[in-house]
């Protein structure tokens, strides 16, 4: 699966949207985007994920670029437990498991 | 209702000592893992079993031993505990296609 690089850190205040970056320039076609968050703690929990279109749900907004090589998850409205590790995965459909990176640490403050 | 849930939450015991945790998932999902969290928080695959048939070994000491009675079922079996073992160990599970995981609420294992 390829790799993704995300920053370590961001802030954003709360109510504002929270824009969160990843560059996956060496995914394949077949390949999707998930992004999960774990707030201290807890366990993982799936977000959204996209193939080639842009996606959204009740969670967040997942924008991939045209070429695929990067995209952004959006919190509309973040709020204080939107605080956690973010995590933008590449993963083929299937039987491939999901390979966790670092993250980005996202803070949520008022 | 809980839809991955793993027993016990948390769990201290001895160094040699042998362990279970169990996990149970209640979503239909054909295929589950066990992941491990660090101290250092990063998250690895162990393993994964499709339709209770191992389908993933990643590097794990083969004290180590994953048993999947049914597919709803996916227990750990630790052998001969190690103090490098303490970590916090997830469960999840999955459908088929392209859809995303369900993960527990983790197991903390300490071994002393």
């Known amino acids: 699966d390829a790799k993704t690089t995300q920053p370590t850190s961001m802030d954003c205040a709360e109510g504002r949207a929270a824009n969160l970056p990843c560059n996956h320039s060496t995914i394949s076609g077949n390949e999707y985007v998930y992004w999960y968050r774990q707030i201290h703690s807890q366990g993982p929990q799936y977000i959204i994920h996209?193939?080639?279109n842009n996606e959204t749900n009740e969670m967040a907004s997942l924008i991939i670029t045209e070429d695929r090589k990067s995209s952004t998850l959006i919190l509309p409205h973040a709020t204080l437990r939107d605080t956690a590790v973010y995590y933008c995965?590449?993963?083929?459909?299937?039987?491939?498991?999901?390979?966790f990176g670092k993250g980005t640490m996202l803070l949520v403050s008022p | 209702d809980t839809a991955v849930s793993q027993t016990p939450k948390y769990l201290v015991t001895q160094m040699g000592n042998d362990k279970s945790i169990k996990c149970e998932q209640n979503l239909g999902h054909d295929t589950m893992y066990w992941y491990k969290q660090d101290s250092k928080k990063f998250l690895k695959i162990m393993f994964s079993y499709n339709n209770k048939e191992l389908i993933i070994n990643e590097t794990v000491p083969n004290r180590f031993s994953p048993k999947s009675p049914d597919k709803a079922h996916l227990n750990l079996h630790i052998n001969s505990l190690e103090l490098g073992d303490s970590a916090v160990y997830f469960c999840?599970?999955?459908?088929?296609?392209?859809?995303?995981?369900?993960f527990g609420s983790g197991t903390r294992l300490t071994v002393v």
């Open positions: 995965i590449v993963r083929q459909a299937g039987y491939s498991t999901l390979t």
């Open positions: 996209g193939l080639k």
């Open positions: 999840a599970s999955s459908p088929e296609g392209s859809y995303g995981y369900t």
